[in-house]
């Protein structure tokens, strides 16, 4: 079994800056990809920023430029910096990331979600 857990959300203003962070914990041999998601009410799930294994990282049109994932192997987290937020940004933001279990299982879960709010 494998969690994710995400933490850092909350309420910020037009301009400000959050760090969502997410704790991969369980029976993990190996970690490949690492991901945000966000969903807002009445949108569809939008996939924010991806890294890989290796560091490499992709943004969505929408965040590039303010957004920044990077992540901790040793800690197996992965973090999203959050500059310059827009009250569009306000979702519910996910982490998901898949790689293999102690028991050579692959393994894909997602995060429970951490609620971001940006208004004035």
């Known amino acids: 079994q494998v969690q994710l857990v995400e933490s850092g959300g909350g309420l910020v203003q037009p301009g400000g800056s959050l760090r969502l962070s997410c704790a991969a914990s369980g029976s993990i041999f190996s970690i490949n990809g690492m991901n945000w998601y966000r969903q807002a009410p009445g949108k569809e799930r939008e996939l924010v920023a991806a890294?890989?294994?290796?560091?490499?990282?992709n943004y969505a049109d929408s965040v590039k430029g303010r957004f920044t994932i990077s992540r901790d192997n040793a800690k197996s987290m992965v973090y999203l910096q959050m500059n310059s937020l827009k009250p569009e940004d306000t979702a519910v933001y996910h982490c998901t990331a898949d790689g293999i279990t102690t028991t050579g299982w692959p393994w894909n879960y997602w995060g429970q979600g951490t609620q971001v709010t940006v208004s004035s």
């Open positions: 890294i890989t294994s290796g560091g490499s990282a």
